[in-house]
């Protein structure tokens, strides 16, 4: 029962409850998603396309400058695609695959010591689309936490103005957080 | 004139009329373009994410069979990336980039004789996603055009369905012209 590729009917498979003109909606197994190998070329064509840095700030009163700052990498697929999510996730042996919306899933990875691993990845594997400039602002992001400067009001308006440099639709948000905190 | 890279004000710089908040949004040159080299599994992981095999068929009252099957390879990205389009087109020795709509523009495959190269890449370096399940239908329906099968109704119509199984837009009106041979 642990081959892979067997005929429907098999429990490795789950049904298709999809379109029926789509022959491929017959989704893998774990097991089947796991056996996926990436190469590193691949992965940065692949994030290069599909691929998210993406950094947030919230009000959390509990943090000394009031602020909470949420970097996070994410590639997002439909569901058929979910082994992709799968094996970026044995790839850079961290993260999680979580549903997004609809028959859409995430692979995210949120822990700081994970970005530093993934951020190291790209500085010897560079994207080669635009993406890249913001993947260098990320980068300094996560390195500025690395050295807790998003506890203090000073390291946070610097991280405030590296995000607002980035692709985001963040930029209201934080230009929001930048005030309150410039009047603070 | 001829060094990449150089500052602002030098012609092979392309002002940036978008954005202020977004130091990337001054575009290369065509010679910073074609300075680009892909490798082939970045070339699969960007297709993976970015690339699309699109067949459409159109009514031509010249052709034999009354219709004329259109097959295109075709990446589609904002202008700021659009030096990955001129890399593409110099990794696969063809096709052409234009305008898509608005700022976006098209990496486009639309001659046979290139179709068929590409196949010949896509067969040799399997996309790795669900895609490679449309790649399969498409590379059948060139091979059936190179056998002169879509000049007949009977091929017509095998080209049809095959079009019809992939992730297209297009089967409604697939489904018509199915609909008008089979009654006709």
Known sequence: MTEIGQSAGNPVFKANTGDP?????????????????????????????????????????E??????????????????????????????????????????????????????????????HPLKTKKNVDFKKFRKIILLMKEQKHLNKEGLKQIIDLAMQMNTTERPALERVKKTLENG
């Open 21 to 61: 003109q789509r022959p491929y909606a017959r989704y893998p197994s774990r097991r089947q998603e796991e056996s996926m190998e990436l190469s590193p070329d691949w992965v940065v064509g692949f994030v290069d396309g599909e691929g998210c840095f993406h950094v947030s700030v919230q009000s959390h009163p």
């Open 63 to 124: 943090m000394t400058a009031g602020y909470q700052v949420l970097p996070e990498f994410v590639v997002v697929q439909h569901i058929r695609d979910i082994q992709i999510l799968y094996a970026l996730k044995k790839f850079f042996k961290g993260g999680v695959v979580r549903v997004n919306h609809d028959e859409r899933y995430c692979y995210r990875v949120r822990k700081i010591e994970q970005l530093e691993e993934i951020c190291e990845f790209f500085m010897s």
